[in-house]
């Protein structure tokens, strides 16, 4: 704001609905008369300006089981609004060494549950000499997350754990469907689901549009990975609030493995130099035709 004199209105502060009338004379004071102090300052019982557009936010997080354990992927982009809050977000959380968690919701809160979790788990194991098994787990964290229903609290993680013992030297590391793998869904309201495959976030309706027709129990490994990949790369394509990465996480007998990152724009230059050869095939063949 400058001084009373040069101004016709009322000066404008961002945040503000409404200000205090400017003093006309302030000459009593010599620091008053000072242009590097304000001549008029808000009301202290304005309200702040609403905001122009919703605080909305989104994620794509997915997990399926087939023959070779399972696997979980998710896309790195954190967003606030119309804002990205962080490209590189970690959204598959390690739990323990045969339970990996995926988080979508508020970010600091899925990180306090996640480090909750861990430490009973871990409790749980020093007291009884075994790991609690992922219904447990899903049980414990929906019994703690229930009592917050109603609340802001904003979590829902999908908890892909290994429940049997390591295979032996001569095992292929296969899983049967009388499971030794299981994936449990949990919501902050305490909300606990039981199934084959989960994905979570904005871009899921995308993500379940690749893994409803590509999902099915004899996948390889290098198959599973591929559509996993595919389906969380086709959901940041058209879902504004994911994107950037995508990380993928294998759980087996032998524990979790995670796989290298990879940016998502390297599947899009893919994607475009396979339709591009498409569409040259195509014309070949209308030419030779």
């Known amino acids: 704001c400058t001084r009373a004199k040069t101004l016709s209105s009322p000066c404008v502060l961002f945040g503000q609905r409404a200000l205090q009338n400017c003093s006309a004379d302030s000459s009593e004071d010599p620091f008053l008369t000072s242009s590097t102090l304000p001549t008029c300052l808000p009301f202290a019982s304005s309200q702040s300006v609403p905001l122009p557009f919703p605080m909305a936010h989104g994620t794509t997080t997915l997990a399926f089981m087939f023959q070779g354990g399972v696997l979980a992927a998710a896309d790195t982009r954190s967003s606030c609004s119309g804002l990205v809050a962080c490209p590189a977000s970690q959204k598959i959380l390690p739990i323990h060494s045969h339970l990996v968690g995926l988080t979508s919701g508020t970010s600091a809160d899925c990180a306090l549950w996640k480090r909750i979790l861990a430490r009973e788990l871990r409790l749980y194991q020093l007291r009884h000499g075994r790991r609690l098994s992922t219904s447990g787990a899903a049980k414990l964290l929906s019994h703690m997350l229930h009592p ?6 904003c979590v829902a993680a999908t908890l892909c754990g290994w429940d049997g013992g390591e295979t032996g030297p001569g095992s292929r590391g296969e899983t ?83 796989r290298n990152r990879e940016d998502l724009k390297e599947e899009y230059y893919r994607e475009k130099e396979r339709r591009k050869h498409e569409k040259t095939e195509r014309r070949d063949v209308t030419f030779s035709d």
């Open 148 to 153: 917050f229903k109603g609340t802001e609290l």
């Open 176 to 258: 049967t469907k009388n499971q030794m793998t299981d994936l449990f869904y949990v919501c902050s309201d305490g909300t606990r689901l039981r199934g084959m495959l989960f994905s979570v976030g904005s871009g899921s309706p995308y993500a379940y549009s690749i893994l409803d027709q590509g999902v099915h129990w004899g996948l390889t490994v290098d198959e599973a990975k591929s559509i996993a990949r595919e389906a969380v790369y086709r959901a940041t394509y058209r879902d504004a609030y994911s994107g950037n990465c995508v990380d993928m996480y294998h759980i087996t007998s032998k524990g979790w493995t995670r």
